[in-house]
C-alpha cells in the first residue's frame, strides 16, 4: 500500500497535469530532458494534421473540412479557399496535408479526405493535390480514389519517400470481422481495404509495385492486411515505410511496411472484440502473414507518426513517435536497426494527440483534438536544457 502511495505521488509531481493555456507554459520530465509545452495556436476544431512551409509557416488540416495557417505565428481567421469537399461525419472529414518535395519550386500540396459517394451517403478515402499560393488551392486534381465502401477506418496518411513516391494508407472501412477470416476485404488485393498505396506524384501506378502486372489486383497497392493505418512516416536515412494502425480493443500495431507483405488483418492480431471480450484472430502469428514490430496492449489509439532527426533534442534522434488519443499520450520509441527496444510515455493527458511532427526549428509539434472542452491547440515541445544528467 506504501509503494502504491508513493508511486501515485511521483506520478503526479512528475507529470504536472495541467493544461497550458496562451502564453503559460507546461514543464514536464522524461529519461533524457525536461521539456516544456507552449500553446501556438489554439480555438481549431479537430485539427487532424500539420505541414510546414518552407518560411516556417505552417498549414493545419481541420477534419471538418477546412485548411488553415498559421503565419508568423498567428493563425488566419480565413481558411485556405479552393478544398474538396468532404464527408464530415463520424471519423470522415478533411485528413492530411503533405508538400510535395520541390514544393519550393512547383508549389503543390496534397490533401487527403473522405470523398462523397452515391449522392452523399456514401464516402471513400482519395487524395487530391493542388498548387497552393495566396491562401488558395487552385489547379485542383484527384490522384487517388479508393476502392471500398464502408463506415469509418479511412486511413488517409500520406508521406513521399525520398524517390519521390508517394504513399497513402487506406483503412479496412469497419467491415465486420466475422465468419470465414480469410474472406475479408482487407486480404482481398482488388479492393483499397485495409492497404498501403505507392504512386508516383502524379498519381501514376509504378512499374515496380509488387502487383504490377497481376490478374485480379490492384495494382497500386503497396502492401496490405491493415486495419486502420492512422500513423505514417518514411525514415529519411534508411528509406523504411513506418505505420502505426488501431488494433480492436487492444492491438495496437506499429508495422515496417514492406511490399507485398500481408499485415494479417483480421485473421492475426492482439486485439479482442469490444462489447464481449472474445477473440477476433485465430492467433497471433502465421508463417505466410508479417507480425508487428511493436503492439499496444491496452490500446492507445495511434494516430500520427514521426522520427525525428533533429539537434533540439539529440538523444532523441532516431526515435519513433507516435500520439495517442485514447491514451492521451506521446510514445517515444527507442529504434535498433529495425526493432524497437525501449518506451517511454511523454505529454500524458493534454488531449487527444492526432498528430506529431518535428518543425524546421527541430522542436516537436503536436495537434491536440480534443482538450476536454478547452480549446483544441497546437503545442510545441521544447528542451529547457541540453540533456538531463545521468
Known amino acids: 500500500m506504501v509503494r502504491i502511495k508513493w508511486m501515485f505521488l511521483l506520478a503526479v509531481l512528475t507529470l504536472v497535469v495541467r493544461t497550458p493555456s496562451s502564453g503559460q507554459d507546461l514543464t514536464l520530465r522524461s529519461a533524457f530532458y525536461d521539456y516544456k509545452l ?17 518560411n516556417g509557416d505552417m498549414l493545419i488540416t481541420e477534419r471538418p473540412g477546412r485548411l488553415r495557417l498559421i503565419q508568423n505565428g498567428n493563425l488566419l481567421p480565413e481558411p485556405v479557399a479552393g478544398v474538396p469537399e468532404v464527408v464530415a461525419q463520424g471519423q470522415g472529414g478533411l485528413f492530411d496535408v503533405l508538400l510535395h518535395p520541390d514544393f519550393e519550386n512547383n508549389r503543390l500540396i496534397y490533401l487527403s479526405f473522405s470523398k462523397p459517394k ?12 493542388a498548387r497552393y499560393e495566396n491562401n488558395q488551392l487552385t489547379g485542383l486534381n484527384e490522384i487517388f480514389e479508393a476502392v471500398s465502401r464502408g463506415g469509418g477506418h479511412y486511413g488517409g496518411r500520406l508521406a513521399f519517400d525520398g524517390n519521390g513516391y508517394i ?16 474472406a475479408h476485404p482487407a486480404q482481398d488485393l482488388s479492393n483499397h481495404h485495409g492497404v498501403v498505396v505507392r504512386l508516383h506524384d502524379d498519381g501514376r501506378i509504378p512499374d515496380d509495385n509488387p502487383f504490377a502486372g497481376q490478374s485480379g489486383t490492384l ?24 505505420i502505426n494502425e488501431h488494433g480492436p480493443q487492444g492491438g495496437d500495431e506499429l508495422n515496417l511496411v514492406a511490399p507485398g507483405l500481408n499485415y494479417g488483418w483480421p485473421v492475426i492480431g492482439y486485439g479482442v472484440n469490444y462489447s464481449s471480450g472474445l477473440a477476433i484472430h485465430k492467433g497471433t502469428h502465421d ?9 499496444w496492449i491496452p490500446s492507445i489509439a495511434t494516430s500520427g507518426l514521426m522520427i525525428y532527426t533533429g539537434d533540439r533534442f539529440p538523444e532523441w534522434k532516431g526515435n519513433i513517435f507516435v500520439g495517442g488519443m485514447a491514451g492521451q499520450q506521446l510514445a517515444r520509441l527507442t529504434l535498433l536497426g529495425q526493432q524497437i527496444i525501449a518506451e517511454e510515455t511523454l505529454v500524458r493527458a493534454q488531449g487527444r494527440i492526432r498528430d506529431v511532427r518535428e518543425g524546421p526549428d527541430g522542436y516537436i509539434y503536436l495537434a491536440i483534438e480534443d482538450r476536454g472542452g478547452a480549446p483544441t491547440s497546437i503545442l510545441r515541445m521544447e528542451p529547457l536544457i541540453e540533456e538531463r544528467p545521468r
Do not use: C
Not at 507552449?38 to 512551409?53: E, K, R
Open 118 to 129: 452515391s449522392g452523399g451517403t456514401q464516402s471513400t478515402t482519395a487524395v487530391v493535390r
Open 167 to 182: 504513399y497513402i494508407t487506406a483503412g479496412d472501412r469497419q467491415v465486420p470481422s466475422t465468419g470465414d477470416l480469410q
Open 38 to 54: 507552449t500553446t501556438v495556436a489554439d480555438g481549431l476544431v479537430n485539427p487532424w494534421s500539420m505541414a510546414f512551409l518552407p
Open 287 to 295: 508463417n505466410d502473414m508479417k507480425s508487428p514490430n511493436h503492439f
Open 219 to 242: 495494382p497500386e497497392i503497396w502492401s496490405y492486411g491493415h486495419r486502420n493505418p492512422q500513423g505514417l512516416a518514411i525514415d529519411k536515412n534508411t528509406n523504411d515505410v513506418w
